[in-house]
Antibody, heavy 117, light 107 residues
Framework: EVHLVESGGDLVQPGGSLRLSCTTSDFNFYHFDLTWVRQAPGKGLEWVATMDPLGVIEYYVDSVKGRFTVSRNNAGRSLSLQMNNLRDEDTAIYYC??????????WGQGTLVTVSS | EIVLTQSPGTLSVSPGEGATLSCRASQNIGHNYLAWFQQKPGQSPRLLVYGASTRATGIPDRFSGSGSGTDFTLTISEVGPEDSAMYFCQHYSSLPRTFGQGTKVEI
């Protein structure tokens, strides 16, 4: 069973910044696309960003483009999400997930980001 | 952007009965790149089905997916209390990947 562990969630004021991390030691990290998905309280799931295995290609949902940056450190087996200029609507549980040929087959337990003054 | 609409919003089922969940796409989903997830309260989503009809590792065979193009179905045969959860469909055929709004299954 694959284990992904997110961290970094916190309470932050609107306009503030936060950096999330996702780590694992359970699989060949550098072989897989990695994705961030978020879920606002009591709401559905929203794909946020995906990064390719080499850390070269990034994809983002329109609502976070220019504010969020995904990165990875394959040697350190970690995925990060730098979130700037945070808004109330960014409040959510943020999950990292492993992709196998586009399929989100393993998920972390999530980390809660709350944007509020 | 492909919009996925799930129905019904809530499905109440008695133990031992079958449940049929629908996911309709606003555009054709190429290669049937459609997945289903189960999410229980306080837990992260769990992959049930991918490629519209292939069960993920460890998923009981009472979960089955079907459909193609724009209409997809997740069927749970003989539901049990452990199947009480939210179920989401998601496409991965293009960007942005989108999810349906979910169906709540109550047992």
């Amino acid at each position: 069973e694959v284990h992904l562990v997110e961290s970094g969630g916190d309470l932050v004021q609107p306009g503030g910044s936060l950096r999330l991390s996702c780590t694992t030691s359970d699989f060949n990290f550098y072989h897989f696309d990695l994705t961030w998905v978020r879920q606002a309280p009591g709401k559905g799931l929203e794909w946020v960003a995906t990064m390719d295995p080499l850390g070269v290609i990034e994809y983002y949902v329109d609502s976070v483009k220019g504010r969020f940056t995904v990165s990875r450190n394959n040697a350190g087996r970690s995925l990060s999400l730098q979130m700037n200029n945070l808004r109330d609507e960014d409040t959510a549980i943020y999950y990292c997930a492993r992709e196998t040929l586009g399929v989100l087959d393993s998920w972390g337990q999530g980390t809660l980001v709350t944007v509020s003054s | 952007e492909i919009v996925l609409t799930q129905s019904p919003g809530t499905l109440s089922v008695s133990p031992g009965e079958g449940a049929t969940l629908s996911c309709r796409a606003s555009q054709n989903i190429g290669h049937n790149y459609l997945a289903w997830f189960q999410q229980k309260p306080g837990q992260s989503p769990r992959l049930l089905v991918y490629g519209a009809s292939t069960r993920a590792t460890g998923i009981p065979d009472r979960f089955s997916g079907s459909g193609s193009g724009t209409d997809f179905t997740l069927t749970i045969s003989e539901v049990g209390p452990e199947d009480s959860a939210m179920y989401f469909c998601q496409h991965y055929s293009s960007l942005p990947r989108t999810f349906g709004q979910g169906t709540k299954v109550e047992i």
